[in-house]
């Protein structure tokens, strides 16, 4: 069984501060990653996209993937109370869909 | 505006009751997923379409059934048989297989 890990949290910070959100997968076969985010008894909305080893960026947040390592982040600077939510980190498994995370909950404090 | 619809917001069910949730789409999109979400946890794959008149079960399949007849329309089936239905459910689409899915607004299924 295919898996994506991520720490449940709460993860807090202050505002104003680097939120780092980690993800760890077990198919090495995997080529899309994606991070998702989720506010309360809302839907799942996708902020980033990122297919190649290396950084992403795209306003305050950073996607970060290492292949080699199995391992894709996301990072948030200038957290603001609005991006409290829950994360989820997605990554496709080859021959069916997207395989989901289980969340990492941020919660970010004014 | 673009986008996939889901209905409705909110549903309930009485025991030994078949419902169908119903989600479209007007993305042209090619595939389409149902997810369900219980609290805490994270989505699990129920069923995914990846072309019309074809679906394919996803990790939790058991008492649910769809059908996809039109490319805009994918409906979910909670039959009976799914013993335990209350959750929040969503329906995504994208592109192809590897591409990002996008979300309905999901339908949250209650027992009566």
């Known amino acids: 069984q295919k898996e994506v890990e991520q720490n449940s949290g709460p993860l807090s910070v202050p505002e104003g501060a680097i939120a780092s959100l980690n993800c760890t997968y077990s198919?090495?076969?995997?080529?899309?990653f994606f991070w998702y985010r989720q506010y309360s008894g809302k839907s799942p909305e996708l902020i980033m996209s990122?297919?190649?080893?290396g950084d992403k960026e795209d306003g305050r947040f950073t996607a970060q993937l290492n292949k080699a390592s199995q391992y894709v982040s996301l990072l948030i600077r200038d957290s603001q109370p609005s991006d409290s939510a829950t994360y989820l980190c997605?990554?496709?498994?080859?021959?069916?869909?997207?395989?989901f995370g289980k969340g990492t909950t941020l919660s970010v404090s004014s | 505006d673009g986008g996939i619809t889901q209905s409705p917001k909110y549903l309930f069910r009485k025991e030994g009751q078949n419902v169908t949730l119903s989600c479209e789409q007007n993305?042209?999109?090619?595939?389409m997923y149902w997810y369900r979400q219980d609290p805490g946890q994270g989505l699990r794959l129920i069923y995914y379409s990846q072309i019309v008149n074809d679906f394919q079960k996803g990790d939790i399949a058991e008492g649910y059934s769809v059908s996809r007849e039109k490319k805009e329309s994918f409906p979910l089936t909670v039959t009976s048989a799914q013993k335990n239905p209350t959750a929040f459910y969503l329906c995504a689409s994208s592109i192809g297989r590897d591409q990002p899915q996008h979300f309905g607004d999901g339908t949250r299924l209650s027992i009566l």
């Open positions: 993305l042209n999109h090619d595939a």
């Open positions: 990122i297919y190649s080893n």
């Open positions: 198919d090495r076969g995997s080529q899309s």
């Open positions: 997605a990554v496709t498994e080859a021959g069916t869909a997207l395989i």
